[in-house]
């Protein structure tokens, strides 16, 4: 077993701060595949969103969380879950808010996609 030489303060995350992999190799393989999880708690939708701006066509495989009424809160949903790569863990803190009702439904059926190529994590109330 080694020690870690140095003080790591308790506000601090610790897979930050260990950054060995030779010296540390499990707490590197924990570290990377933490790395790969996305975490979504909103999207911007507010006039300012750079989702509302003209942009030149780019691909991305993976959605910022820069882009939530109704629309285009589904649509970032939508581009999320279909993502090409889809990461290890996807968390979705209450995908339904704005949603209009006609939509939960088409929702519910893309979370179902979604889960059979990544596990899914969604809070809502």
Do not use: G, K
């Given at each position: 077993m080694l020690a870690y030489?140095?003080?790591?303060?308790?506000?601090?995350?610790?897979?930050?701060?260990?950054?060995?992999?030779?010296?540390?190799?499990e707490i590197s393989r924990v570290r990377g595949q933490m790395l790969g999880w996305r975490f979504h708690h909103h999207f911007r939708t507010d006039a300012e969103s750079p989702l509302r701006?003209?942009?030149?066509?780019?691909?991305t495989p993976v959605l910022s969380s820069d882009g939530s009424d109704g629309?285009?809160?589904f649509l970032c949903l939508c581009a999320d879950l279909f993502s090409p790569r889809p990461p290890a863990l996807l968390a979705l803190n209450e995908p339904e808010t704005s949603i209009h009702p006609?939509?939960?439904?088409?929702?519910?059926?893309?979370?179902?996609?979604?889960a059979k190529s990544t596990q899914l994590w969604i809070t809502t109330h």
């Open positions: 030489p140095f003080a790591i303060a308790r506000s601090e995350f610790v897979l930050s701060q260990i950054l060995e992999p030779e010296l540390y190799p701006q003209p942009l030149t066509d780019v691909f629309q285009l809160r006609d939509l939960i439904d088409p929702l519910a059926r893309l979370l179902v996609h979604a």
